[in-house]
């Protein structure tokens, strides 16, 4: 699915709109410029943002000498049709002085943070923590990445999760003996967002039912726990495989899990990595259907120990004309939630494509 106009621009008696360009992920406002009709029709036509240039009289594409193209995901044009918002996802720094914006001063937190962790990695203050990661490497940064993603989870586990589908009922059950364990104050809130797949308006109408077991029958308490790739790009026509690994130390024994792609992907696939089962697969999946669950129980438990750890890789056919990143809505995602025991050996982890484990960073669940 291309670009869309939501209403026609009013442009200006020079024939001209202002034009801003903010991060599709932050919203930090990273550059203004101008557009007169065609650069906006080349936009349009392209993903690829085109401005009119006042200076020089001329069209130009952003990135055209630098490289740092601006692949714009979304049009929105203001309440008086006379401004236009391009939501884009920068190759590189916006502005010419090497800048991720071309406004100096940090805008949002995620900026903020960004300057003060760039100001540790160049001052290394003896007191700060954030130097002794720095010295540390990759893989402390890692697993702090790890840590903090404890932190967030710690007030809210994800105890299910759906594979995007419309038409067909999914339960998650255990083993007999085996559950998780709703602690006393804790709520279950279910949180949801739907993919309609169709050319007509969908009303969702969720149900949910929850079960209870008679805590004296429990022998084996289980962990929820989550993999997700990260970082991947899938440019528009292309069928595309990613792939990352992951060490975990041994003792992971995994129930259930069930993998959540939107409606591109072709393929998810885990295997083992390393040890005597080294690329032997414990998962395949079509990765997304609307016709039957994806879930996959495992009696007996699989053991991670069999191995140094796990490799995730994800496929995807983009039969559309735009570039799909990890996001909602029209992207994508490649994720794996599930169960496992004991606590101290249940981990999450988030991986980017490629062979480096080191640069996995995992957790033990909550």
């Known amino acids: 699915m291309g670009?869309?106009?939501?209403?026609?621009?009013?442009?200006?008696?020079?024939?001209?709109?202002?034009?801003v360009a903010q991060d599709h992920v932050d919203?930090?406002?990273?550059?203004?410029?101008?557009?007169?009709?065609?650069?906006?029709?080349?936009?349009?036509?392209?993903?690829?943002?085109?401005?009119?240039?006042?200076?020089?009289?001329?069209?130009?594409?952003?990135?055209?000498?630098?490289?740092?193209?601006?692949?714009?995901?979304?049009?929105?044009?203001?309440?008086?049709?006379?401004?236009?918002?391009?939501?884009?996802?920068?190759?590189g720094p916006t502005c010419h002085l090497g800048r991720r914006s071309c406004f100096a001063e940090p805008a949002v937190l995620v900026d903020q943070l960004q300057a003060t962790l760039d100001d540790r990695r160049e001052q290394r203050p003896a007191a700060s923590y954030t130097t002794e990661l720095f010295q540390a490497g990759a893989p402390a940064i890692s697993r702090k990445i790890g840590e903090e993603a404890t932190d967030i989870l710690a007030g809210g586990?994800?105890?299910?999760?759906?594979?995007?589908?419309v038409k067909v009922d999914e339960w998650q059950s255990?083993?007999?003996?085996?559950?998780?364990?709703?602690?006393?104050?804790?709520?279950v809130v279910a949180h949801m967002h739907y993919l309609n797949t169709t050319g007509q308006t969908v009303t969702p109408t969720p149900r949910y039912e929850w079960y209870t077991i008679d805590p004296g029958t429990l022998t084996q308490q289980l962990y929820p726990f989550a993999w997700r790739l990260t970082n991947f790009?899938?440019?528009?026509?292309?069928?595309?495989?990613?792939?990352?690994?992951?060490?975990?130390?041994?003792?992971?024994?995994?129930?259930?899990?069930?993998?959540?792609?939107?409606?591109?992907?072709?393929?998810?696939?885990?295997?083992?990595?390393?040890?005597?089962?080294?690329?032997?697969?414990?998962?395949?999946?079509?990765?997304?259907?609307t016709e039957q669950t994806l879930q996959r129980d495992y009696t007996p438990a699989v053991d991670l120990s069999q191995g140094d750890g796990m490799t995730m890789s994800c496929t995807w056919d983009n039969v559309t004309d735009q570039t799909i990143v990890e996001g909602t809505g029209m992207n994508e995602m490649c994720m794996i939630f599930g169960y496992g025991w004991p606590a101290s050996a249940t981990y999450s982890a988030q991986l980017s494509p490629g062979d480096n484990t080191k640069a996995c960073g995992w957790t033990v669940a909550p």
């Open 27 to 91: 919203g930090t406002v990273l550059m203004v410029a101008f557009m007169n009709q065609e650069a906006l029709s080349l936009t349009l036509a392209t993903g690829e943002a085109h401005f009119w240039s006042r200076s020089r009289q001329r069209l130009w594409r952003k990135g055209e000498t630098s490289g740092a193209v601006l692949h714009v995901t979304q049009i929105q044009v203001d309440c008086d049709s006379d401004a236009i918002l391009l939501s884009v996802r920068p190759d």
């Open 157 to 165: 586990s994800v105890l299910f999760a759906s594979t995007t589908q």
């Open 233 to 289: 790009t899938i440019p528009p026509h292309a069928t595309q495989t990613f792939t990352g690994a992951c060490d975990f130390p041994p003792g992971m024994h995994i129930v259930n899990m069930l993998p959540h792609m939107h409606q591109l992907g072709t393929g998810l696939d885990l295997s083992f990595l390393g040890g005597a089962f080294d690329g032997m697969p414990f998962l395949t999946s079509v990765g997304y259907s």
């Open 174 to 187: 255990f083993p007999p003996g085996m559950g998780y364990e709703v602690k006393d104050g804790f709520q």
């Open 3 to 19: 670009l869309t106009l939501p209403r026609e621009v009013n442009f200006d008696d020079l024939g001209l709109a202002v034009a």
